[in-house]
């Protein structure tokens, strides 16, 4: 019962922005979201490939799954490293129009880059980083279940 509620719900939304934004509301954010996954898979592969090498080429330990999961952990500490201020730049753009009704301003970032720049000046570098730990979970997770292929698939 609950599947088919969540698929009515989903159906109502698509509906929903399909009438209020077009065609256009559907596919917002799909940029953002791109340029994050890309980022991710150009630094996590490469992170687990040299990981993996450098702990086999130290000897400590063997091709195995110990060696599977510290690479891994490196590489999705590597992905949330760089993909977190992607990750906050994309939430504070989407949330903007919440916020733009309650305010008097047409908008509150021109773009990314301003909302990057603008929330440095006023936040810090750090702020770039509000949420780091959930993703790095939720990334170092992904990396250790997908790139177990790799090690079980010998």
Not at 36 to 57: Q, T
Not at 74 to 88: H, K, N, R, Y
Request: charged share 20%; net charge positive; hydrophobic share 40%.
């Amino acid at each position: 019962m609950t599947e088919i509620k969540n698929k009515e719900a989903m159906t109502q939304a698509f509906k929903r922005i399909y009438m209020e934004e077009g065609i256009k509301g559907l596919w917002m954010g799909v940029v953002p979201t791109a340029q994050r996954a890309a980022i991710i898979a150009g630094v996590e592969l490469p992170v687990y490939d040299f990981s993996k090498y450098w702990i086999l080429k130290s000897g400590y330990l063997e091709d195995n799954i110990g060696t599977h999961f510290i690479s891994s952990f490196f590489a999705g500490l590597a992905g949330a490293i760089f993909s977190t201020p992607v990750d906050v730049i994309k939430t504070r753009m989407m949330n903007q129009r919440n916020l733009i009704e309650k305010s008097p301003a047409s908008q509150i970032y021109s773009s990314s880059m301003d909302c990057a720049l603008r929330t440095i000046k006023t936040e810090g570098i750090l702020a770039l980083y509000k949420g780091f730990i959930p993703i790095w979970e939720n990334i170092g997770y992904s990396s250790n279940s997908g790139k177990g292929c790799k090690t079980v698939n010998k």
